[in-house]
């Protein structure tokens, strides 16, 4: 259920991010992203992509989360999955207060989509290595948002 539920909602933030296009700009858009698979995240034009507030804020959150998580020693999948139901309602606030639109939105959408494809491989974890290196990625995905948005 909540899969189904992130999935509509993504679905909902891409549709709306796509329903306002500008015209003669060069900069990918999410739907480019989902047809070209190769696309990468980059700076603007040498410069930070502009975030709102919410975006930034929720991204803080979930920044705290993956600390606190470090924090404390894990020893087993239980705890990985009480981190990835925090890491995943991170997600659904973040997606929730959206209201960025234009190129920087569509910048976060390429830092955005790996982070929710590790969320989606934490919950699926078999064994506590697997759910220690998915939870690295997620901590450096998290990391690199502020080397591309301000």
């Not at 909540?2 to 990918?28: E, F, I, Y």
């Not at 705290?64 to 999955?81: C, K, M, W």
Request: charge should be negative; include cysteine.
């Amino acid at each position: 259920m909540k899969k189904t539920v992130m999935m509509l909602m993504l679905t909902g933030l891409l549709w709306a991010c796509n329903s306002n296009p500008s015209p003669g700009n060069d900069t990918p858009t999410a739907s480019d992203v989902h047809e070209h698979e190769e696309a990468t995240l980059t700076l603007n034009n040498g410069q930070k992509w502009k975030a709102d507030a919410a975006t930034n804020e929720n991204v803080v959150a979930m920044r705290t989360i993956v600390q606190n998580f470090s924090a404390e020693p894990h020893t087993g999948l239980s705890d990985y999955r009480i981190l990835d139901g925090d890491l995943q309602k991170g997600l659904d606030k973040m997606i929730q207060d959206c209201k960025m639109q234009g190129p920087d939105h569509d910048a976060l959408h390429l830092w955005l989509e790996p982070l929710l494809k590790g969320v989606s491989e934490l919950k699926k974890a078999g064994d506590i290595a697997s759910a220690e290196k998915t939870f690295h990625a997620i901590d450096e995905r998290l990391g690199l948002y502020t080397q591309y948005f301000e």
